[in-house]
Nanobody, 122 residues
Framework: QVQLVESGGGLVQAGGSLRLSCAASGSIRSINDMTWYRQAPGKQRELVAGITSGDNTNYADSVKGRFTISRDNAKKTMYLQMNSLKPEDTAVYYC????????????????WGQGTQVTVSS
């Protein structure tokens, strides 16, 4: 009923930039928190950045100052602008969203995208 689709991943050299998108579709009443996670080989999944429906943001210390999270509520899309990329940023990046699918009765669920690969070469 609801799906999230990430796009924008790829191969980039260190110091380069990439913009990821996460588009939500389906039976959506509203979207609350949206977050980007990433998982590097041999590592646990970690939170990269989050944004609330009111545009409050938070970032992992490792990406602060380099990454910018944003959202376009009309398009039901979240973005992650990644600048000054480092090889350590190499990972599969996942989108997560808390989606309100019903008001009466109230129902909200956590949804995940399929992930998009980001590879930063040196």
């Amino acid at each position: 009923q609801v799906q999230l689709v990430e796009s924008g991943g790829g191969l980039v050299q260190a110091g380069g930039s990439l913009r990821l998108s996460c588009a939500a579709s389906g039976s959506i009443r509203s979207i609350n928190d949206m977050t980007w996670y990433r998982q590097a080989p041999g590592k646990q999944r970690e939170l990269v950045a989050g944004i609330t429906s009111g545009d409050n943001t938070n970032y992992a210390d490792s990406v602060k100052g380099r990454f910018t999270i944003s959202r376009d509520n009309a398009k039901k899309t979240m973005y992650l602008q990644m600048n000054s990329l480092k090889p350590e940023d190499t990972a599969v990046y996942y989108c997560n969203a808390i989606v309100v699918v019903s008001i009466i009765p109230f129902r909200s669920y956590s949804y995940w995208g399929q992930g998009t690969q980001v590879t930063v070469s040196s």
